[in-house]
């Protein structure tokens, strides 16, 4: 069972098609296009005990391969909150090479044999933290794939069981909680 992909909706499809030549000038098409809605999830809602169920839309990342192996990276708003997407912002080169790597290793793993996981990106930035969700479209657990991620306890190489991300998660936000105080210096 692979991998699903989501679909760009057809607004966020036709942005990335109008505003890819401003970036890249004339260009053939990708070799690979991941589409990747974007959720992120506050600092005290996963105090409070949120899962991933409660993740709030922001936006949506297009993930391109291109035919002399240039990779790419954009990130635009969800035009369903915002009327129109817009471009955020947009990366080459090795800050790309991460999450693609781990989209190739999502799609290969174990347990895509015996389970459909739709492919999906989580930002916590109170935490400092990016990773690929990968969603169990049945009765499982999600998975998640961290990317981005200062903190020993998220490796950017682990596949983490959702209650175990939460758990890492949660207790660094509240690390980072207690470490803010009332003072002037605090943030």
Known sequence: MPLRLVPPPPEVWDTYEKSLPDFMGPHPP??????LPVATLGLQDLQRGATL???????????????????TSCEMTNPTLYGLARFRNF?????????????????????????????RFLGIPSIYFE?????????????????????????????????????AARAIANARSAMSGDGDLSS
């Open 53 to 71: 169920a409660d993740v709030l839309p922001s936006g949506c990342r297009l993930i391109a391969r291109w035919p002399d192996g240039s990779l």
């Open 30 to 35: 990708e070799v690979d296009l991941y589409h």
């Open 91 to 119: 990366v080459t080169g090795e800050p790309v090479a991460i999450p693609c790597a781990r989209i190739a290793e999502a799609q290969h793993l174990d347990v895509m044999q015996t389970a459909d996981y739709e492919l």
């Open 131 to 167: 990773g690929l969700h990968l969603v169990h479209l049945g009765q499982g657990t999600d998975l998640i794939l961290p990317v981005a991620s200062i903190y020993p306890e998220l490796p950017t190489d682990a596949v983490l069981q959702a209650a175990a991300f939460l758990d």
